[in-house]
């Protein structure tokens, strides 16, 4: 993942060590971007996110925004005495995630994330008229689990695969029904830190110079 760089070290007196040689990374920085897939109502519908976080060792904990790409749209839906109209289903959600990688060298890294998660599902109708109208609004805890794979493509850049199931908490019980199924991704993500750390390098090679 992105690596950072920590220019000190504290030795096990607290006391600052100025041995450049003995230096190592406290933790490595993460950004990458999601392309989900996932099911609602047994359709296939597309997620994007973008996911920041921390490893450390083996551990990563994370934080991620999701959403769907587009509305999922329903063409014919029975809504009781306002009829059979178009609906709409928008859906998004932040979630708070630890991860422990099973694997970790230098061209793989495989994980189990679980993360935990806070957003809101809202619904919408087309009236006569073909306009939109709000037609309920849920706040939703998503829990999901997931395995995945990321292979290092590049020096700064690595791809990702993974799959698993995500449950959605939620005070109506057909939002639950609606929006926990199976899910899948793929992802990409650019090591900013290896870059940091490669410019660095050179400018004080150059300084040096």
Known sequence: MLLLLVPFGVNATGTVANDTTKRR????????????RTYVNN?????????FGAQ?????VALGFYGLGDPYIQPAVDLGELGVREFYTRFNYTGLSYERLLI???RWQVGIPIS?????????????TGAEVAYGVNELVPIEAT?????????FVFIGVGGGYRYVLAADPEATLTL??????????????????????????????
């Open 56 to 60: 450390r060792g083996k551990d990563i």
């Open 147 to 155: 395995l995945h794979a990321d292979y290092n493509l590049f020096w």
């Open 43 to 51: 359709a296939s519908v597309r997620f994007n996110g973008i996911r």
């Open 25 to 36: 990374a406290a933790f490595k920085v993460i950004l990458n971007f999601d392309a989900r």
């Open 104 to 106: 970790d060298v230098r």
């Open 116 to 128: 935990v998660g806070l957003g809101n599902y809202k619904t919408s109708y087309l009236d006569s």
């Open 180 to 209: 926990s199924d199976w899910t899948w991704y793929a992802k990409v993500g650019v090591r900013f830190g290896e870059v940091v750390k490669r410019v660095r390098r050179r400018l004080q090679e150059g300084n040096g110079s």
